[in-house]
């Protein structure tokens, strides 16, 4: 007899989402986690989203994922990161009430039909024949069928601040000791990675007046689509370090864990400390800051930017040579976070490992760093669990149609030698994976795994009718040049010459699809062409012939996949390379075209320049 289908181990981003698509799969779950109050707290950033990171979010959303509905929920300040670029680039991304998103999970999860959550630790999990004997810290085994563990920074964790190292995952709560182990036990090796968190600071002692302020949206964006309107309820601002700040925190050099061997743990090259950036950039006489409230109900304010395991004295000293900061309050100093991973590509697409079934494996466990990158995989291995019991067919978005599929491929596939962060120019075809069509492009396939509800689905369908009337009242109205010179003059778009149809100013620069529509069809649209759905059809609209032009690349990147690099290239010196790409190139040495193609960090431009050079 089984006590349960699917055993989620943990209380993290990856957990919340592991759970949850197990349940609308159809099965039941237990989440066994130490501390049913941590259930989603944010160990660092209190912040949801960003460029990639916000896509992710979105496509957790489409697939019915509990993050954007949450973040949006406990959002107090909004903005579309890179909104002046293409919707390519655009990231969403939403600063949280983080006490009130963890409690706001906590409810979700406790509401679930077919979930229960149980507050204890894990210590052992034993392979049976038909499932897994698991033996809990209160002295009891339960029988599973199978296994999601997503301990996140907790195995074996170890914090750092200065000479100081203590034991636990995050300040105040202990590290997963018996995690390391049962991975090892299972089969996994594992690796040592590094994370850090910077400085919390009264808000009552920062002079506001000396920094940059840096409102919200004027019109944010929502990142699920079954929320309502989200606003702004707070002002996030920016400070900057300058020659004194880095003079303080060089005096702190000899006596940093990161410099003098205590922290052997590899940290996220992309999202260095503030000492490892005073250290590799000495010739930068300034670092960007941001301060970023962690809530409404308390006084905690964020250094975005600040992440330090220097000694408390030396981060004080720093601090407090930013004007704004000089009379600031710590309520915590930054630390430094050692932790236990495995090498992701001991698992499946699935998440299951290779050799041992039934054993899925998710989050930052996996070597990746980000709640969204957690989540994202949460999603996938708690959708697989439940799908293996049910005999089904696997749950397996590719890297082509979704940046999960482009964050599972790259985590499964290649061996990473740092903590995994998520950048659009990880995807070959991210003029496809926009925010804006994350429905478009995944809810097919939830609804096809269980992942997505009747009512999610309805809504789909409507919003997706509507956008085909849309574009069929596009191709199907004219306009005269009387008719549109005063829209077309107001929006320093050149007259019409002849009639033109509402599809051809609609593929003009500087022309709004949203304003079109109201000045031409304002009858023509129904409520579920909203402004979301708007957006995905003049991203469509204006990116047409780079969707073209991607296609023939891939035709011509599958047709000469085979062809062999010159074995001799130097890479540093091959001109219309990306910086990332030659790095990379450089690297990894490929030695076919489609192997280089496939490298997180080789984008699409690079693609071309390969082609041009066989």
């Known amino acids: 007899m089984f006590h349960t289908d699917v055993l989620v181990v943990g209380g993290g981003h990856a957990a919340i989402e592991a759970a949850a698509a197990a349940v609308r799969v159809g099965v039941d779950v237990l989440l066994v986690t130490q501390d049913l109050e941590a259930i989603g707290r944010m160990s660092c950033n209190p912040a949801i989203g960003g460029v990639a990171k916000g896509q992710l979010v979105r496509e957790i959303d489409a697939l019915g994922g509990l993050m954007g ?129 910077p400085s919390r600071l009264d808000r009552s002692t920062i002079d506001w007046a000396l920094t940059d302020p840096q409102p919200g949206d004027e019109r944010p964006w929502a990142f699920s689509t079954r929320s309502g309107t989200v606003r702004n309820l707070v002002e996030c601002a920016i400070v900057r370090t300058g020659p004194d700040t880095h003079a303080a925190l060089r005096s702190g050099f000899d006596r940093s864990p990161l410099f003098n061997g205590q922290i052997t743990g590899i940290g996220p090259r992309y999202c260095p400390s503030i000492e490892d950036k005073v250290h590799r950039f000495p010739e930068r006489e300034s670092h960007q800051l941001f301060l970023e409230p962690e809530g409404l109900g308390n006084e905690r304010v964020y250094v975005n930017g600040f992440s330090s395991s220097l000694p408390e004295d030396v981060q004080d000293a720093a601090l407090r040579t930013i004007p704004a900061l000089a009379g600031c309050r710590v309520i915590r100093y930054g630390y430094a976070v050692e932790y236990d991973a495995i090498d992701a590509t001991r698992l499946h697409p699935t998440l299951e490992a290779r050799h041992r079934p039934g054993f899925f494996v998710a989050g930052q466990t996996c070597g990746t760093s980000g709640y969204e990158e957690a989540a994202a995989q949460g999603l996938v291995a708690g959708a697989n669990a439940a799908l293996s019991v049910l005999g089904k067919k696997p749950f397996l978005p590719d890297r082509a149609g979704s940046y999960i599929g482009v964050l599972v491929d790259d985590l499964t596939s290649l061996v990473l030698d740092e903590p995994y ?7 070959e075809h991210r003029l496809h994976l926009r925010h804006d069509n994350a429905e478009e492009r995944l809810v097919p396939i939830g609804r096809e795994a269980g992942l997505v509800s009747d009512a999610s689905w309805e809504a789909f369908q409507e919003t997706r009718s509507a956008i085909g009337t849309v574009q069929r009242l596009l191709s199907s109205t004219k306009v005269t040049p009387d008719q549109c010179s005063d829209f077309l003059r107001r929006r320093d778009s050149q007259a019409l010459e002849r009639s033109a149809t509402l599809m051809d100013l609609a593929r003009r620069p500087g ?104």
Request: hydrophobic share 40%; net charge neutral; with cysteine.
């Open 69 to 197: 509905e949450a973040a949006d929920a406990n959002g107090i300040h909004f903005r579309m990161l890179n909104a002046s670029r293409g919707a390519a680039v655009w990231g969403p991304r939403a600063q949280q009430d983080m006490d009130g998103y963890s409690s706001w999970m906590r409810r979700r999860l406790e509401a679930m039909p077919r979930l229960t959550l149980r507050q204890a630790e894990v210590e052992r999990i034993e392979p049976l024949s038909d499932g897994f004997l698991v033996g809990l810290s209160d002295g009891e085994d339960l029988r599973v069928r199978k296994v999601v563990l997503t301990t996140g920074t907790f195995a074996s964790a170890c914090l750092h601040r200065g000479g100081d190292c203590w034991d636990g995952g995050r300040v105040g709560e202990p590290p997963a000791r018996a995690i390391s182990t049962t991975l090892q036990e299972l089969g996994f090796s594992l690796r040592r990675l590094k994370t850090g968190t």
């Open 421 to 427: 962060r998520l950048f659009t120019s990880r995807a």
């Open 511 to 614: 022309i709004d699809l949203e304003d079109l529509l109201a000045a031409f069809a304002p009858d023509g649209v129904n409520g579920a062409f909203d402004r979301l759905a708007c957006l995905a059809l003049e991203s469509a609209i204006r990116y047409a012939g780079f969707f073209e032009r991607e296609a023939r690349t891939r035709e011509r990147v599958r047709k000469m996949s085979g062809c062999a690099l010159p074995p001799d290239i130097d890479w540093a010196h091959v001109d219309g390379l990306s910086i990332e790409a030659r790095q990379t190139l450089a690297r990894e040495k490929p030695v076919t075209v489609g192997e280089a193609a496939r490298l997180p960090g080789v984008r699409p431009a690079d693609v071309e320049v390969l082609l041009l050079r066989i």
